[in-house]
């Protein structure tokens, strides 16, 4: 017996958005494998609804968002040529992430702001942006 197919895809975001669903042409996938799917319209659809979403959130500083970008691109192509130095950037990078993290965390705290605001700089829901503080204030 074999599996049923699906009519289309769609993409989906934490935040409960949806798109719109894309037929999928069975035809053109050899051997139902999946990884052979085209899921170009849905990933466009949600590269929009991040779009939009990151346009309502807190901006960051240019210069900050430009050294992120910046570093992305670096890590990108360290973990190609050296993948070993590119994991000790990245551990560097986690420890960094959880010291700031937590220093945020504890001034959102000191600032009184509720989950709702949060959740809405970060484009996130306010029960997701709880969650996120929770981690940060107790990760060690």
Request: proline share 5%.
């Amino acid at each position: 017996m074999r599996r049923p197919k699906a009519a289309a895809v769609r993409g989906s975001c934490s935040c409960g958005w949806r798109g719109q669903s894309h037929p999928i042409d069975w035809d053109k996938v050899k051997n139902d494998r999946l990884d052979e799917l085209d899921v170009s319209g849905p990933y466009d659809d949600w590269c929009e609804h991040i779009c939009a979403v990151e346009h309502q959130t807190v901006p960051l500083p240019a210069d900050l968002a430009q050294l992120m970008d910046q570093l992305e691109e670096h890590l990108t192509e360290l973990a190609e040529q050296a993948p070993v130095a590119a994991l000790k950037a990245v551990a560097r990078l986690e420890r960094l992430a959880a010291l700031a993290g937590r220093e945020a965390a504890y001034a959102a705290e000191v600032d009184e702001l509720s989950p709702e605001t949060i959740g809405k700089a970060l484009g996130v829901s306010a029960g997701k942006a709880r969650s996120r503080m929770t981690h940060y204030l107790l990760r060690h």
